[in-house]
Nanobody
C-alpha cells in the first residue's frame, strides 16, 4: 500500500507564499511520478507540478515562475513552494504518486488566497 500525507495549506493574502509538503510511505521503490494537482470548486483536477521518471519536471503554464517543486533527500517527500500567490490559485491541492503505473492520491489540503 502507498500512502500520501499532505500538510501546509491555509489562508494567505494575494502576493504571499505557502509551502506544501507531502510524505509518501509504503512500497515506493518503483515510483514513476510524484507531484501536485489542484481542484478548484466546480472545476476538474489539473496538474500543477510534477516529477516524471525521477529527473524531468513539468509545470502548469499558470504557475511557471511562481511555483517550485522539489524533493527531500530521501526521495519520499515532495514539496511545493508557492510564491506570488493569486486568488485564482485557490483550490484543494492534492499530492500524487504513481507507483508501478498505478496512481495514488493524498487527502488534499485547502489553499485559499484572499485579502
Amino acid at each position: 500500500q502507498v500512502q500520501l500525507v499532505e500538510s501546509g495549506g491555509g489562508l494567505v493574502q494575494p502576493g504571499g507564499s505557502l509551502r506544501l509538503s507531502c510524505a509518501v510511505s509504503g512500497s515506493i521503490l518503483s515510483m514513476n511520478a510524484m507531484g501536485w494537482y489542484r481542484q478548484a470548486p466546480g472545476k476538474q483536477r489539473d496538474m500543477v507540478a510534477i516529477f516524471i521518471g525521477g529527473t524531468r519536471t513539468d509545470y502548469a503554464d499558470s504557475v511557471k515562475g511562481r511555483f517550485t517543486i522539489s524533493r527531500g533527500n530521501a526521495k519520499n517527500t515532495v514539496y511545493l513552494q508557492m510564491n506570488s500567490l493569486k486568488p485564482e490559485d485557490t483550490a484543494v491541492y492534492y499530492c500524487y504518486a504513481e507507483v508501478l503505473y498505478r496512481g495514488y492520491w493524498g487527502q488534499g489540503t485547502q489553499v485559499t488566497v484572499s485579502s
